[in-house]
């Protein structure tokens, strides 16, 4: 699976973005997606996950982003969304599409085999 992800930018606090991860390959819908994150100096850190097409409760948050993130998946677009509301100085950072087959939590960068470039998001107060 190759990743693609776009949408980031400069905005300032209290905005919207919505990002987009493009994957390839037809068994994209066999796959777990998620969205990490990293700020400058910071370790690689979980946003948002998303288990693959037809699982139940499919969808998971950090918990500063609950309430104002939305993750989904279009698999005939073979790709998956992060709507970001409400945005904080505190999300700027170079956000990240991953996708694994298998996952336990979801939440840690090692249960994931393919990542994407990554889109920087940078929110101004």
């Known amino acids: 699976v190759q990743l693609q992800a776009s949408g980031g930018g400069l905005v300032q606090a209290g905005d919207s973005l919505r990002l987009s991860c493009a994957a390839s390959?037809?068994?994209?819908?066999?796959?777990?997606m998620a969205w990490f994150r990293q700020a400058p100096g910071k370790e690689r850190e979980f946003v948002s996950g998303i288990r693959r097409t037809g699982t139940v409760d499919g969808a998971y948050y950090l918990d500063s982003v609950k309430g104002r993130f939305t993750v989904s998946r279009a698999s005939a677009q073979n790709a998956v969304y992060l709507q970001m509301n409400s945005l904080k100085p505190e999300d700027t950072a170079v956000y990240y599409c991953?996708?694994?087959?298998?996952?336990?939590?979801?939440?840690?960068?090692?249960?994931?085999?393919?990542w994407g470039q990554g889109t920087q998001v940078t929110v101004s107060s």
């Open positions: 991953a996708a694994g087959d298998h996952i336990f939590t979801g939440r840690h960068s090692s249960e994931y085999t393919y």
């Open positions: 390959g037809r068994t994209f819908s066999y796959y777990h």
